[in-house]
């Protein structure tokens, strides 16, 4: 059998990929760029699906095709509509024409009543689907939880801080599955004669929201702490500034609707039932590197932010604050002399305000904070062949180029990993 896993890049559906690959299947990764994934893989861009001409003649010999694309906040051109509407009904027309067998849709949890775009885009294409007369399988998850998710690992970061932040009493309900269950529920749905699959993906129980974020403290193995009631107001703002796209208003607005349903049909399909995550995964504990992972998950927006102001104020005082005359000095000391030193003090204060900013903003931030590096340590070479006397101030203005070369680069490895 040919199956492919359409989005095998994220979470679920890496998960999804990962899951299969071990088994006599014949699985194939689709993807926006094959060469990110090892093993055979083709490309599926759901950003501009509309224009593969060839997408039909992509999914010739497939038996089934798993569709795990999803976003949870729109950014970079990737729209609601696109992504989980008009992308997954090209991608279903095409699947008809190339007569595969079986489409298993990943859809959301209060995708039929939710009434934020995320959940109404989502609808859009199930019900597509449903009228199209092919054998379907539609699958609703709740929370998905596993070592690798975002939403895990934001979960993790909240409950190691020193107050538990909730949203209202934090009394919201949800009913979070384990990626494996959701795996396991993919490896049936293969197997299955059924034509036409419905199926809500929860654990066994429900947990409120607090009562989850106190569960991953004491996973941390954290001491308990207070709880605080944090406003929605501004949520979106946050989000940009944390650069968590899972921080935003439509994300409080389904979490208020609530994120539970029955679980019998699940475990009548599967023929046992999903363990709660009280059960699963609070019964356990953490171990050094995740604890420390969540520790540090959050510090990764501030270290953008400091950074970047740090740029910004020394570009500020340099040109406008700092003594003119003591600031052209050190242009004279490693031999640059007037009529130059002025202009080039006030194009380098001008460009360090600007590397500030697009570090704050988050703008190619890979390639920004490797062009800081650079600049940086070419700064400090030049002062220490020209003038290495700077290195003898009593407030070490050179020395400090050190501490803040290692900070960069801590970040850089943290967008490299998140």
């Not at 009434?115 to 699958?139: C, M, P, R, W």
């Not at 599967?270 to 709660?276: F, K, W």
């Amino acid at each position: 059998m040919k199956i492919l896993v359409i989005g095998a890049t994220g979470f679920i559906g890496k998960s999804i990929y990962e899951g299969l690959k071990n088994t006599d299947y014949e699985i194939v990764s689709g993807i926006r760029n094959p060469k990110r994934l090892d093993g055979l893989s083709i490309k599926i861009d759901f950003v501009a699906l509309q224009q593969d001409k060839e997408l039909s003649k992509k999914l010739v010999g497939f038996d089934v095709v798993i569709n795990c694309v999803g976003i949870i906040a729109e950014r970079d051109g990737q729209t609601f509509e696109q992504m989980h509407t008009m992308a997954p009904i090209v991608l279903f027309d095409a699947c008809k024409n190339a007569q595969v067998r079986k489409i298993i849709q990943i859809s959301a949890l209060g995708s039929q009543n939710g009434t934020t775009l995320y959940h109404t885009s989502k609808n859009k294409a199930d019900e597509y689907l449903k009228g199209l007369g092919v054998d379907y399988a539609i699958l609703h998850p709740s929370i998905v939880y596993g070592d690798d998710g975002k939403s895990t690992a934001l979960f993790q970061a909240l409950a190691s801080l020193p107050l538990t932040p909730i949203i209202g009493d934090g009394s919201q309900k949800l009913q979070p599955i384990d990626v494996k269950d959701l795996v396991c529920t993919i490896k049936t749905l293969i197997l299955s004669k059924e034509k036409k699959i419905e199926l809500d993906l929860v654990g066994e129980e429900s947990i409120t929201y607090k009562e989850l974020l106190q569960g991953f403290r004491k996973y941390l193995g954290f001491n308990p702490t207070k709880t605080i009631s944090v406003p929605t107001f501004g949520t979106d703002i946050i989000g940009k500034i944390l650069d968590e796209p899972t921080v935003n208003n439509d994300n409080i607005i389904m979490l208020n609707e609530g994120n539970i349903a029955d679980v019998k049909p699940l475990s009548i399909f599967l023929a046992y039932t999903p363990i709660g995550i009280k059960k699963n995964l609070f019964a356990k504990e953490a171990n050094n590197a995740q604890k420390l992972y969540a520790s540090l998950y959050l510090i990764r927006p501030l270290l953008r932010l400091v950074i970047g102001f740090v740029w910004i104020w020394s570009g500020i005082v340099s040109a406008f604050l700092y003594p003119q005359e003591k600031a052209l000095l050190l242009l004279h000391d490693i031999g640059i002399s007037r009529p130059l030193d002025l202009p080039l003090l006030y194009i380098a204060s001008f460009l360090d305000i600007v590397l500030g900013i697009l570090t704050i903003i988050g703008y190619k931030l890979k390639l920004l904070l490797n062009l800081q590096i650079i600049v940086i340590v070419s700064y400090t070479l030049l002062l220490t062949v020209l003038a290495p006397f700077h290195w003898l101030h009593p407030f070490g203005p050179v020395l400090k180029n050190i501490p803040l070369v290692i900070t960069i680069y801590i970040l850089m490895k943290m967008e490299q990993y998140r």
